[in-house]
């Protein structure tokens, strides 16, 4: 079943902040999110594998709720360089297939 | 410097006239995937490769076809290509086990006449 984000669409300018959410039914595994620009391929950001996990590195960052179902990530300060469709994928366990979110397409203005 | 590379970027086919995309990979990786990705839509994925063991989705047509001869390389066959096929077509590489992250290939943009 496919994960669901929000929001579906968001425009920022830059130095803004921004959360996307992605939500399951179930319990997951795993969740990992990816970034896409137009036209090229996803690029792997995290991945967050226990409940209640909070990683990051520069400014993105991501959360795992205690449940495994709900993941959230989180950009600050957002830059120019940030604008893209970001989606998230989740993992069953003992599976090697990712099933990606609805998508959240961002946009970052000067 | 490309690990997953695909080929061709671009590729025009006819309504019915079968067309091969590819995959190599220089990361060794045992997992390969193929997704479809049309616009503005998630990846989807077709079918995926454990090693030499093939992995159909439930929902992937039988127009599509898979070989994957060695590590490196892994072909998508498109038998009949319809209009509703015409999309991007990525190819992902992984490490088995270990929650790895999926490597992907700068895809092959299909379009039918």
């Known amino acids: 079943q496919q994960p669901v984000q929000s929001p579906q669409a968001v425009i920022l300018r830059e130095g803004e902040d921004a959360v996307i959410n992605c939500s399951s039914s179930?319990?997951?595994?795993?969740v990992h999110w990816y970034r896409q620009k137009h036209g090229e391929a996803p690029i792997f950001l995290m991945i967050?594998?226990?409940?209640?996990e909070q990683k990051g590195h520069d400014k993105i960052s991501a959360s795992f709720n205690e449940k495994k179902q709900q993941s959230s990530l989180y950009l600050t300060a957002s830059q120019l360089s940030y604008s893209g469709t970001y989606f998230c994928?989740?993992?069953?366990?003992?599976?090697?297939?990712?099933?990606f979110g609805t998508g959240t397409r961002l946009t970052i203005i000067p | 410097d490309a690990m997953v590379i695909q080929n061709p970027r671009y590729q025009v086919t006819q309504f019915g006239k079968p067309v091969t995309l590819s995959c190599s990979q220089t990361?060794?990786?045992?997992?390969m995937y193929w997704y479809q990705q049309k616009s503005s839509q998630a990846p989807k994925l077709l079918f995926h490769?454990?090693?030499?063991?093939?992995?159909n989705e439930a929902d992937t047509p039988d127009n599509f076809q898979s070989r994957r001869p060695n590590t490196s390389f892994c072909f998508l066959d498109i038998r009949s290509p319809g209009l509703g096929d015409a999309a991007m077509y990525l190819c992902?590489?992984?490490?088995?086990?270990?929650?790895?992250?999926?490597?992907f290939g700068d895809g092959t943009r299909l379009s039918i006449l």
């Open positions: 967050l594998l226990k409940g209640g």
């Open positions: 992902a590489t992984r490490i088995g086990k270990g929650n790895q992250p999926q490597h």
């Open positions: 490769y454990y090693d030499k063991d093939f992995n």
């Open positions: 994928g989740t993992e069953d366990f003992g599976n090697e297939k990712l099933t």
């Open positions: 990361l060794n990786h045992n997992v």
């Open positions: 179930k319990a997951l595994y795993s």
